[in-house]
């Protein structure tokens, strides 16, 4: 897929460097759809579910415990039925001087305005080129909201971070971060009793009631397999007020638990919990929470639209607050953090393609950055 990116990134530096295109004269994208099509087009190829994902049913809370998710979870992105028209150049045929070019000559021309939507740090033409893109993207699905954050240079990104959602599994990461960070015996053994079962389409079912789980095996339950018990048992264990703590520390006001079933987020705040949990990793070289984010077994949304590794912890919500998310750290030579929330219901069969979408044209974004 990086040849796609390579392919996609040139013609943008080329479109800018000519200057042939008026943004503020047409509506029209100027970005065309061939060339992004040939990028998403090649995350579509990477995305390859396992059965174990397919079977597996992570909502916080949901009614049912025997609809598999899978089927009705996988991408299913539309191919291009003409062949792009694209040139084969590679990425090092641009070469620096065009790019120092392009800078030099960026303080001359007219000033690129973003999409109402987006909010960034990011100057240059090009990123702005592909922020259009991103807005036009994400405004044909049901209310996305997304934040970018590169660990390196504080570049950003958001669209309609003031969107609040219901947390749904996203929060599970969190809760095993906080865990981490107050250093809790990982070894201590927990009870599930009758009292402490609630529903689960994970690793514990009720013939797991009386037996007891380490901290450790329960928060693997919680993270690769989304087990709503097993987060259920931590929660039980060391409640709310020291994970409110926690966040406060942070210097976020969300997440904030009120109930083990309550709890809303936006982009922003998920994103920048995630980079807490790269920070952590990076700093304490304990990454221990960060291999389990990595082999999950839900890889159907940001994982497909990028070869790179991926650590993240997706979530989904039914009934009246609906909600689909993804949020991860995605593993490039400059990693980098991805979050984006939706309205979509994992049961349509087309519910993670923004996803994949998104994350295609973000990572052609970073490289962008880091070129």
Not at 184 to 204: C, F, H, M, P, Y
Not at 261 to 287: F, H, P, Q, V, W
Not at 314 to 343: M, S
């Amino acid at each position: 897929m990086k040849r796609h990116i390579w392919i996609a990134l040139f013609v943008l530096l080329s479109l800018c460097a000519c200057g042939s295109v008026n943004i503020e004269e047409s509506s029209e994208p100027i970005v065309s759809e061939s060339s992004i099509e040939h990028t998403l087009t090649g995350a579509e190829n990477s995305s390859n579910h396992s059965e174990e994902e397919s079977s597996e049913n992570e909502t916080i809370f949901e009614e049912s415990e025997e609809t598999s998710v899978g089927e009705d979870s996988e991408v299913f992105l539309e191919s291009s039925a003409e062949e792009s028209s694209l040139p084969e150049v590679s990425f090092e045929e641009c070469t620096s001087e065009d790019v120092s070019s392009e800078e030099e000559s960026s303080e001359e021309e007219p000033y690129i305005p973003l999409p109402e939507n987006i909010e960034t740090n990011i100057e240059t033409k090009t990123a702005r080129v592909i922020l259009a893109q991103i807005e036009k993207i994400a405004s044909q699905y049901k209310n996305v909201s997304i934040y970018y954050c590169d660990t390196a240079t504080g570049y950003y990104y958001s669209r309609n971070t003031e969107e609040k959602y219901s947390s749904a599994s996203v929060i599970k990461a969190f809760y095993c971060q906080y865990l981490l960070a107050e250093k809790v015996d990982l070894n201590r053994k927990i009870q599930l009793t009758e009292a402490k079962k609630t529903s689960s389409s994970g690793r514990l079912t009720k013939d797991a009631v009386g037996k007891w789980f380490t901290v450790k095996d329960l928060m693997k339950y919680a993270i690769r397999n989304s087990d709503n018990m097993a987060y259920y048992l931590l929660y039980e264990t060391y409640g709310k007020d020291g994970f409110n703590n926690y966040i406060k520390s942070l210097g976020l006001k969300e997440p904030r638990l009120y109930s083990i079933e309550y709890t809303t987020l936006g982009t922003e705040s998920a994103a920048l919990c995630m980079k807490e949990i790269y920070r952590y990793a990076e700093n304490t070289g304990d990454d221990f929470l960060v291999k389990l984010l990595k082999n999950t077994t839900h890889n159907a949304q940001i994982a497909a639209g990028t070869e790179a590794e991926v650590a993240h912890k997706y979530g989904f919500q039914d009934g009246k607050n609906i909600g689909y998310h993804d949020v991860a750290i995605i593993y490039t030579e400059e990693p980098y953090i991805l979050a984006i929330c939706t309205r979509e219901d994992l049961y349509d069969k087309n519910s993670s393609e923004v996803f994949v979408k998104i994350a295609s044209i973000t990572e052609l974004l970073h490289t962008y950055l880091h070129q």
